[in-house]
């Protein structure tokens, strides 16, 4: 039996350009990075013999030349060998990344236990035998896995087959006939495989750890890249352990750090204070400075109610890595607030101008948003100040 580890979609150089702030961003493009060197711990920790990464090594065909080196520095602390194909982001064919003279050079000298695996041939180890599927544009119309159906296996013994592909396995360019192409690029048909032939498949593309069959799995990304989907598990590599015509022994491990949390809430007067509370119960486990938050949020605040979840906002947003808010809250100001703004002879200004914006509390869109600011600014100025 061999055990390896089985890792893909690594997707280094990922701009994440919806985190704002530049140090944040940096902060989760530097994770990507040491999700790698969690990963040589768990070499060690489970006595891996190699590492396969199923495409998508970089996120771009044209990474920094800073990308690569930190990459190559970073393979190379797993201290085994390392076997990869090239995927859709990161595809291979004539004058890509993996021909240039610098990172020729720079694998020479930084990572010379790695192998990016260019051809669709058998590459045969001491122990194993490895059939690799590699991406040689970014869409691929035929099979990627397609030359092996014919492939003799009886030349390579006892020694387990061990399948490398990035692409789908879902149909979703609608069923194809045995003699035509599904039409969908990069769409790997299973079933079409020597399955008694092959002892595992392993698999890049979708993010997350998921079983296709007895032996094909994705192993997903080894820090998570994005607020998770139903069914996966992101941030993870699969620990295999094959034998020649054996059902193979995978089990997640997890690498990433960083926390990408979903949460929802319908507020009243009572709920800013709430919701505060439940952020700093969800986060206290990693700390807010590795967390990401999709927040969505609805009901309804008064305008005092709406101030102070204004500041609660603020305070996450400089804690978090990311807020990502989807803010539903309707404005509903009390009716003392109301009188307070509106009844004021002092001030016929203040007063004909709240008598409008509360008359316009119902318009939708960037109107609503203008409508909110301007109360708040009125709510202030009424209260003795401007916030």
Not at 11 to 28: C, E, H, N, S, T
Not at 92 to 107: A, I, K, T, Y
Not at 317 to 346: F, H, K, T
């Amino acid at each position: 039996m061999i055990t390896f580890i089985h890792t893909a979609d690594w997707q280094l150089g990922k701009p994440f350009a919806g985190i704002q702030d530049p140090q944040k961003r940096g902060l989760v493009q530097q994770e990507r990075l040491e999700a790698i060197r969690r990963m040589g711990e768990v070499v060690q920790r489970t006595g891996a013999r190699f590492v396969i990464v199923a495409g998508d090594l970089f996120d771009s065909p044209t990474p920094t030349k800073a990308t690569v080196a930190s990459a190559l520095e970073a393979i190379d602390f797993l201290r085994v060998p390392v076997f990869a194909i090239p995927g859709n982001h990161d595809h291979g064919g004539p004058d890509s990344l993996w021909e240039q003279e610098f990172f020729l050079r720079e694998h020479q000298r930084l990572a010379n236990t790695f192998q990016i695996l260019l051809s669709r041939e058998p590459v045969e180890l001491d122990d194993v035998v490895l059939l690799p599927c590699p991406l040689l544009r970014r869409q691929d119309a035929e099979d990627p896995t397609a030359w092996i159906r014919s492939l003799d296996m009886g030349r390579f013994g006892e020694k387990p087959r061990i399948v490398l592909a990035h692409g789908s396995t879902q149909n979703f360019a609608g069923e194809a006939d045995d003699e035509e192409q599904s039409g969908q690029p990069n769409f790997i048909d299973l079933s079409r495989l020597p399955a008694a032939e092959i002892d595992y498949v392993a698999l890049g593309d979708w993010h997350g750890f998921v079983q296709v069959s007895e032996r094909a799995w994705f192993s997903g990304s080894h820090e998570i890249d994005r607020f998770p989907r139903p069914g996966q598990q992101p941030g993870h590599v699969a620990c295999v352990t094959v034998a020649r015509g054996a059902a193979p022994r995978v089990e997640p491990v997890k690498t990433g750090r960083l926390q990408w949390l979903v949460h929802e809430a319908v507020l009243d007067d009572e709920g800013p204070g709430m919701l505060d509370a439940q952020l700093t119960q969800g986060t206290s486990g990693a700390g807010a400075y590795v967390c990401l938050l999709k927040l969505s949020l609805g009901g309804s605040l008064s305008l005092a109610g709406r101030k102070q979840l204004d500041e609660i906002l603020e305070s996450w947003e400089a804690r978090l890595v990311r807020l990502r808010l989807e803010d539903g809250v309707q404005l509903a100001p009390s009716a003392a607030e109301i009188e307070n703004m509106v009844n004021r002879p002092g001030d016929p200004l203040i007063s004909r101008v709240a008598a409008e914006l509360v008359g316009q509390l119902g318009a939708g869109g960037e109107q609503a948003a203008v409508v909110r600011k301007a109360l708040h600014i009125l709510h202030s100025l009424c209260r003795g100040g401007v916030s």
